[in-house]
């Protein structure tokens, strides 16, 4: 399963790749454990470096190296200084986090519901907790988002 969502034919890769996030499969691997550690920890980026940290980061990136990934991302599909200056975005400019957001909704509806023709369910990319908080107070429908993904500026 891991595979499928995360090997090296698979779209979530691609969409780091052609962003030139990652020059090889094997630094897209090491970043994921680096963040399912940090996230399965429940803690930010200086917390799991910390010299007093008790994490066992056999195999985690470096500090500086899982930070320069995450500016990285940051920075992905950014209009350039030339079009920050103009009012609009350029025409078909698809940005990093909606491509993403795209491929794992594609994955979980390809792999995860068997005979899925359609509907609402859906991973997704934000931090809006008062959306959030008031989207759980709904009832449990096929029409409410059932997975919600804290956004990557936070980790």
Not at 66 to 75: F, N, V
Not at 77 to 88: A, D, V, Y
């Given at each position: 399963m891991f595979n499928l969502i995360f090997g090296p034919t698979s779209e979530v890769y691609r969409c780091f790749k052609e962003e030139g996030i990652f020059d090889a499969h094997d630094e897209f691997l090491h970043f994921i454990a680096t963040?399912?550690?940090s996230s399965s920890y429940q803690v930010s980026t200086k917390h799991l470096?910390?010299?007093?940290?008790?994490?066992?980061?056999v195999g985690a990136l470096s500090k500086a190296k899982y930070i320069e990934y995450w500016k990285k991302i940051g920075a992905a599909s950014l209009?350039?200084?030339q079009e920050q200056n103009?009012?609009?975005t350029p025409a078909g400019m698809v940005p990093f986090w909606l491509k993403l957001e795209?491929?794992?909704n594609k994955y979980g509806r390809e792999y995860f519901i068997?005979?899925?023709?359609?509907?609402t369910l859906q991973f997704t990319l934000d931090d809006d907790k008062d959306f959030?908080?008031?989207l759980f107070s709904l009832p449990l429908t096929m029409t409410r988002?059932?997975?919600?993904v804290t956004s990557v500026r936070h980790r």
């Amino acid at each position: 399963m891991f595979n499928l969502i995360f090997g090296p034919t698979s779209e979530v890769y691609r969409c780091f790749k052609e962003e030139g996030i990652f020059d090889a499969h094997d630094e897209f691997l090491h970043f994921i454990a680096t963040f399912f550690l940090s996230s399965s920890y429940q803690v930010s980026t200086k917390h799991l470096f910390d010299k007093f940290s008790r994490i066992n980061l056999v195999g985690a990136l470096s500090k500086a190296k899982y930070i320069e990934y995450w500016k990285k991302i940051g920075a992905a599909s950014l209009p350039t200084i030339q079009e920050q200056n103009r009012s609009m975005t350029p025409a078909g400019m698809v940005p990093f986090w909606l491509k993403l957001e795209g491929s794992i909704n594609k994955y979980g509806r390809e792999y995860f519901i068997q005979g899925f023709l359609g509907g609402t369910l859906q991973f997704t990319l934000d931090d809006d907790k008062d959306f959030w908080g008031k989207l759980f107070s709904l009832p449990l429908t096929m029409t409410r988002p059932m997975l919600g993904v804290t956004s990557v500026r936070h980790r």
